[in-house]
């Protein structure tokens, strides 16, 4: 009772707001998506100008690039704020529009929940201020992902190809000479490491990470989620999807792989002291990983994630984020001009590419001198030559769901409960399409 | 109404006073925004309907129909009440014997110990979760630790089957002093006289607990009782918090608080929440009320 008191009481001045804000709002804008007006004079004009934004994100990648763009507009101050990480900062965005204040003019949004927060009408479509000839600046896969219904809403910014970070250490110990290629030689490499070193494993499986999971049946040739317009399809019966399930369900059977979240100290701790041999994941966590264990400069290694099929390697991305105008912004104008300068100034992508974020953008992935940087951490690698390769073999056609923040939020009822008692995944995937598709009919798609 | 009988009447009826409106004004004043509008606008809220398609309709009583007969609210339900009927005596009863033994002044470093076993409920519960999510852990928690020592294989507290005495175990060690507090307090109110008489009629200090503390702490029990109902059924923060520890254990419906709030702030469901919270409001109330009903019958007896 008190939480939703609390909610309520929240919420209630902010319906009044918001049906104002409604009301005067609707006049300007009128230039639909797709007309490719150039509105870069009034863009300019607003940077010249000057005033205050407010960006949020809840990653700290970013304030040397938002330092390098006040450098370069004085008139213009940038504030950002971590509204809090993903879901809870969607959550809040969704308040802070429906009560009409504290509007951020930008805020950073995962691929995964761009369909939603589009299709509820919170983004500002990039295409309306002339920012949609810039598609051939960004990875193919990442524009698409920033892209709902045929509009396109805001700039790609980082993506995660998946890459494996190794422990060279333990697979020398369990003697695997080569990290494992194909998912096959993977399965092979973990009997290893669990006959050699029984207390460790080759990875764990996270019961509550969708995106996880969500990346695997990607790369694995799954497409389980497709929407058009109104009209949603969830199917986990797919043969590629369940392909995937059951490659882990019986990894996790045969205890060759652990059931543990991830990012919790446990976690951190069980890779850190090699109890945890690799972590498949996305491009980005190479920044996390040197951050969080400083002790283990040395012991790491890239390579690219094992794939299906070694002769027509595919991959997938986990993770990944862009940048969008945000609805009900005091200066669209003026947040257009940042968001192209932060996305697209060399100085910014260089401030991003120094703090660890893995560029959406296809300049720096071409670059020698960024592809040749060798890593300390990992022992001189010149690691982004993985990366920028896993980058190019993106497999097309993923999408996710137009409500996908709340599909993933109920992950662990159902596929991570059989992830942590070592049941099956497929069953637990269906009984998750099961639930997706009739909340999607509560919602009033049609779901096919 | 002639003008003759209200001047004849006026001077006899008791002139109604409205000065003590103006003192009781301000109190009424928040209460009724800060207490009853709330309610009436949840309760408002609830009869809406919200779809990402579609907007906000009016459905009537639909949401409530839904409540009744939906899996994951009385799973949840359900899982508060097993942890009502088995959590709150056993915490009860600890905190009665600490108060009894505490109260018997048989005991040294007696303001140490309540002070010790009152510490914990200072402690917020998200970090008495974390805390003992950390000593539940069976890698490097205490639990592995053991395990590692001694080479048993105690089962994850985390797991499926013993996350729920987990997190009992947690609320236990949380509220025991703070129900021992009420107790004792209700203890040193008992009047000497009474020790006296029972002294004189022979009675031994655990005659005495049974005849003359027991029943003289009726009232004190009842009221450490009542918030222990409406406490497991607010069941929200430790497993919220263990949830980041175990998401395959705990399901976003664990609880009905849980449940709650995951349909107003991931499921989109305002309004559906809002129902949910008005129904889990009555069920409080509805047990509350006849617990009470069975203690004040004990007490006619």
Sequence with gaps: MRLSRTLLLSAAPGICLALLATGCGSGGTDGGAGSAADRSAEIEAALDEGGELTVWTWSTKFEGAVAAFEKAHPAVDVEIVNAGQSADQYTALQNAISSGENIPDVAMVEYFALPQLALSEQLVSVEEWGLGGLEDRFTRSSWRQMTYGGTTYGLPNNTGPLIMIYNRDVFERAGIEEPPATWEEYAQAAEKIREELPDSRIASIDPGDAGGLDSLIWQGGGRPFQHEGESVTVDFTGEDTAKVNDYWSDLLARDLVAAEPGWTDEWWRSLGDGSLATWTTGAWALGNISSTLTDNAGDFRVAPAPVWDAGDPQNAENGGSGFSVIEGSDDTALAMGFLKWFSLNEASVQEQLDAGSFPAQSAPLEDPEWLSKEFDYFGGQQANKVLAEASGQVARGWQYLPYQVYANSVFADSVGARISEGGSIQAGAEEWGEQLRSYGEEQGFDVG | ?301
């Excluded at chain 2, 033994?101 to 007696?110: A, C, F, H, I, N």
């Excluded at chain 2, 009842?222 to 430790?238: P, Y």
Aim: charge should be positive; include cysteine.
């Design chain 2, 1 to 301: 109404m002639g003008a003759v009988s209200t001047t004849a009447a006026a001077p006899r009826r008791p002139a109604r006073n409205w000065t003590g409106l103006v003192f009781v004004a301000p109190f009424l004043l928040v209460f009724g925004c800060g207490v009853v509008a709330p309610l009436a606008y949840a309760a408002g809220l609830s009869l809406y309907r919200d779809q990402l398609i579609g907007g906000r309709s009016f459905v009537g009583l639909e949401n409530y129909a839904d409540v009744a007969t939906d899996p994951q609210f009385l799973d949840g339900v359900g899982r508060v009440a097993l942890f009502l009927v088995v959590q709150v005596p056993i915490m009860i009863g600890l905190a009665l014997l600490v108060a009894l033994v505490l109260d018997s002044g048989r005991v040294r470093g007696m303001r140490f110990m309540r002070l010790g076993i009152f510490m914990p409920y200072a402690v917020p519960s998200v970090v008495a979760a974390l805390m003992w999510g950390f000593i539940y852990g069976d890698r490097f928690g205490l639990v592995g630790q053991i395990n590692a020592a001694t080479g048993l294989a105690l089962p994850s507290p985390l797991s499926q089957t013993w996350v729920l005495p987990a997190i009992g175990n947690v609320v236990t060690w949380e509220f025991v002093g703070y129900n021992m507090l009420i107790l004792y307090a209700a203890l040193r109110a008992i009047p000497e006289e009474l020790y006296e008489a029972a002294a004189i009629d022979g009675a031994g200090e655990i005659r005495k607990a049974l005849s003359v503390k027991l029943p003289a702490l009726r009232p004190a029990l009842w009221v450490a009782t009542l918030f222990s109902i409406i406490g497991s059924f607010q069941l929200f923060n430790e497993p919220n918090v263990l949830k980041t520890l175990a998401p395959g254990s705990i399901s976003t419906h664990f609880t009905p608080n849980m449940y709650a709030y995951q349909l107003a702030f991931n499921a989109n469901q305002v309004t559906y929440s809002a129902a949910v919270a008005v129904v889990l409001g009555l069920i409080t109330i509805v047990v509350a009320y006849a617990a009470q009903r069975m203690t004040a019958r004990q007490e006619s007896r």
